[in-house]
């Protein structure tokens, strides 16, 4: 069966720090991957999505990032955090003609 | 279009029926999804419909689609303590994308 992992679970930046968030899916081969945020007490932005290794589709300007180095591995970075980077941050996953699949989130705090 | 509106809040009793309504605007959606959100969890899949059909059933789940009118509900019959959370509509946008509406945060009260 397939299963999506994100760490760290929680995380508190200072302002200006750098940020890296991972996701890995066990189970399945080529997936959609996304990277969400969802702000407190709202619903979901979508971030980026890759359809493969090394493509990446940046949905909102923004100071984060996003790399798929791996297959089934998708990251989210950014260089110096903003206090309005502080989220909880959703990772999905998809196979083709299927639906949405989310990970456990991590719950980041930029102080 | 891609813009799903859901009402932000409802309250029910602990053994009521709960329905959660939704509109969307993309006619050419394939599919339409229910996901719950638990405090502090990633969504889950609850159930979808596919957009040639009116009504689904699973277990205590009703899923009803109106596609004249672009509506959604989502009903939670004899609802739970457990039922308590966020509950998010979504309509498909393209072969990769979904959008979301801002969610529902159901209440149960005993």
């Known amino acids: 069966s397939q299963t999506i992992h994100q760490w760290p679970a929680t995380l508190v930046q200072p302002v200006g720090s750098p940020l890296s968030l991972e996701c890995t899916v066990e189970g399945t081969s080529n997936p959609n991957l996304y990277w969400y945020r969802q702000a407190a007490g709202r619903g979901l932005q979508l971030l980026f999505y890759s359809v493969g290794i090394g493509q990446i589709s940046s949905e909102v300007p923004q100071n984060l990032s996003a790399s798929r180095p791996q297959d089934r591995q998708f990251i989210l970075s950014s260089k110096k955090l903003l206090l309005s980077d502080s989220g909880f941050y959703l990772c999905a996953w998809k196979a083709s003609s299927e639906t949405q699949y989310f990970g456990p989130g991590t719950r980041l705090l930029v102080l | ?110």
């Open chain 2, 1 to 110: 279009g891609e813009d799903v509106e859901q009402s932000l809040f409802l309250s029910v009793r602990e053994g009521d029926s709960s329905v959660i309504n939704c509109t969307y605007t993309d006619s050419s959606s394939t599919y339409l999804y229910w996901y719950k959100q638990e405090p502090g969890a990633g969504l889950q899949l609850l159930t979808y419909i596919f957009s040639n059909m009116d009504m689904k059933q699973d277990q205590r789940l009703t899923v009803l689609l109106n596609k004249k009118d672009k509506h959604l509900s989502l009903r939670i019959a004899d609802t739970q303590t457990g039922d308590s959370a966020i509950y998010f509509c979504a309509e498909t946008v393209n072969d990769y994308k979904l959008s979301f509406g801002a969610g529902t945060t159901v209440t149960v009260r005993a």
